[in-house]
């Protein structure tokens, strides 16, 4: 018996706003038998309108889209189709990504990095209850593979100031400028970056925006 003929038919919805890798990823699905690719979406909130139409069993999500990240849509994705399995295809894969993406609800993360078998094989775990994570993240972050730990992400740990704070240090706005704009004292901002670089475990104001970019703070 082929490998094929013991999977389950699962039906595919495919997100992403690139266009040729949209297309590329639903010509590589759509050759396994056991997959049918019911749609596509650019967009998060073309994906929850297809998502809610068409019900599929996968859905294969990119995270840098337009109009909302992948992980908000696929939370409210899965508020509608709890019965859904979500594989985040993404080339973001820091920890705070993969941490994210796992506790807001996905079953699976593939690098966009990684080789064609790999997404595939992606979605045939996760359409049959389990979990997966590429092998460039398994190795990278070894911590995940021990029951797929969601803990909290450093980001996570910031509290709603704290990370109001980061995004207004990030945009390049002194403790003087930051304390007008939320009615604090510039000593208080200090205060605040200062338990920022603690908590984020970086030495200094450069680290610390350096860490807020590689991690997409804006979009996460």
């Known amino acids: 018996m082929s490998r094929s003929a013991t999977l389950p038919p699962t039906s595919v919805l495919v997100v992403d706003d690139h266009g040729i890798v949209r297309e590329g990823v639903c010509v590589l699905l ?4 056991s ?15 297809a998502a809610a139409r068409h019900r599929p069993d996968v859905i ?32 973001c894969h820091t920890l705070e990504h993969v941490h994210r993406a796992m506790r807001a609800g996905a079953h699976g993360y593939v690098i966009k990095g990684a080789l064609a078998a790999e997404l595939v094989n992606a979605v045939h775990a996760v ?24 803990r909290k992400s450093p980001l996570e740990r910031l509290s709603f100031r704290e990370r109001d704070v980061l ?16 009615s604090l004292s510039p000593k208080t901002i200090d205060t605040y970056r200062g338990r920022l670089m603690t908590k984020l475990g970086v030495p200094n104001r450069s680290a610390l925006i350096r860490f807020a970019i590689e991690h997409e703070l804006a979009v996460l």
């Open 30 to 33: 759509a050759k396994e038998k």
């Open 35 to 49: 997959l049918t690719v019911v749609g596509s979406a650019s967009t998060g909130t073309e994906a929850i309108a």
């Open 127 to 150: 359409a049959v209850g389990k979990q997966y994570l590429s092998d460039g993240i398994a190795l990278a972050f070894p911590e995940i593979m021990l029951g797929f730990d969601c």
């Open 167 to 182: 995004r207004r240090v990030v945009a390049g706005a002194s403790s003087t400028q930051i304390g007008q704009q939320l």
């Open 60 to 91: 294969v999500m990119d995270l840098m889209l337009p109009d909302m990240n992948g992980i908000d849509a696929a939370q409210q994705i899965l508020t509608l189709l709890p019965q859904t399995r979500i594989v985040v295809l993404s080339a």
